[in-house]
């Protein structure tokens, strides 16, 4: 509630087209700017990617894999996420997402896109698959924040979007409250491969998302993919979570 109120008041004061689309300073409406690209970068400090999922863990951990994939490989190449899941990160994310804000797919998007070109072989994918919403949840929000962003993604990166290669074919509870383990059972059977078989089939593809926090949403769509037959999947998102063990030690 507190960030929707903030929201509206940033609206009042920095409106649309004024400067930056996040803190409303002087810049393109279009980009992020400079002060808010490194305080993202800030939320990083001390952190550093698991080179599997891409949350963040301690620059001290001796494992450059985090537990939970050593434990349990996840069925994408790589995941990462542009910053950690905090803060200003996470009430921009908020305002897109539940305050309607779409103009920050672009920015977000941009951002994404930079991401995967440092580090995915960019060329070498074939498509560009958004994380679907169930059909009543896209109605109560009005648009889907994975299909905004791999708009984004896809035109920058001149990469064909597959936008129904994927479909959610139920409504599953909100996850917020839910372990990792609860997550993987709650999104069970939840996806399956849509309208665009051939342009995915036996290629490599890069999925987008908005946050990677357990990694559970992520994974059983790879999952459904891979069994369709895709040959790889790296996957992007603007947000990734920090691991709890890490962030405290």
Same mark, same amino acid.
């Given at each position: 509630?507190?960030?929707?109120?903030?929201?509206?008041?940033?609206?009042?004061?920095? /409106?649309?087209?004024?400067?930056?689309?996040?803190?409303?300073?002087?810049?393109?409406?279009?980009?992020?700017?400079?002060?808010?690209v $490194?305080?993202?970068?800030?939320?990083?400090?001390?952190?550093?990617? #698991? &080179?599997?999922?891409?949350?963040?863990?301690?620059?001290?951990?001796?494992?450059?894999? #985090? /537990?939970?994939?050593?434990?349990?490989?996840p069925?994408?190449?790589?995941?990462?996420?542009?910053?950690?899941?905090?803060?200003?990160?996470?009430?921009?994310?908020?305002?897109f997402? =539940? #305050?309607?804000?779409? &103009?920050?797919?672009?920015?977000? @998007?941009?951002?994404?896109?930079?991401?995967?070109?440092?580090? =995915?072989?960019?060329?070498?994918?074939?498509?560009?698959i958004?994380?679907?919403?169930?059909e009543?949840?896209l109605? $109560?929000?009005?648009?889907? !924040?994975?299909? !905004?962003?791999?708009?984004v +993604?896809?035109?920058?990166?001149?990469?064909?979007?597959? @936008? $129904?290669?994927?479909?959610?074919?139920? $409504?599953? /509870?909100?996850?917020?409250?839910?372990?990792?383990?609860q997550?993987?059972?709650?999104?069970?059977?939840? =996806?399956?491969? @849509?309208? !665009?078989?051939?342009?995915i089939?036996?290629?490599?593809?890069?999925?987008?998302?908005?946050?990677?926090?357990? @990694?559970?949403?992520?994974? &059983? #769509?790879?999952? +459904?993919?891979?069994? =369709?037959?895709?040959?790889?999947?790296?996957?992007?998102?603007?947000?990734s979570?920090?691991?709890?063990?890490?962030?405290k030690?």
């Open positions: 509630m507190l960030s929707g109120v903030t929201s509206a008041v940033r609206g009042l004061f920095f /409106p649309e087209g004024a400067g930056c689309p996040v803190c409303g300073r002087r810049g393109s409406p279009r980009h992020l700017c400079r002060v808010c $490194e305080m993202w970068a800030e939320l990083a400090y001390g952190l550093t990617p #698991c &080179e599997k999922c891409g949350r963040f863990q301690s620059v001290k951990e001796e494992e450059k894999i #985090c /537990p939970d994939c050593r434990n349990s490989e069925p994408y190449c790589i995941a990462r996420g542009v910053a950690p899941y905090e803060g200003a990160v996470r009430e921009a994310l908020h305002d997402k =539940f #305050c309607g804000r779409r &103009e920050l797919a672009y920015p977000f @998007g941009e951002l994404m896109a930079s991401m995967a070109v440092s580090i =995915f072989p960019v060329r070498s994918i074939a498509a560009v958004p994380v679907p919403l169930h009543n949840r109605r $109560e929000r009005g648009f889907n !924040q994975a299909a !905004q962003l791999s708009e +993604v896809s035109r920058i990166l001149k990469i064909p979007m597959a @936008g $129904e290669a994927l479909v959610r074919l139920r $409504e599953t /509870p909100s996850q917020t409250s839910l372990s990792r383990e997550r993987q059972a709650n999104l069970k059977g939840a =996806f399956e491969v @849509g309208k !665009q078989p051939p342009m089939k036996g290629k490599t593809v890069l999925l987008v998302d908005d946050v990677y926090t357990t @990694g559970a949403t992520v994974q &059983e #769509c790879s999952r +459904v993919l891979v069994d =369709f037959g895709v040959k790889e999947i790296y996957v992007v998102t603007l947000a979570g920090i691991l709890i063990s890490s962030h030690g």
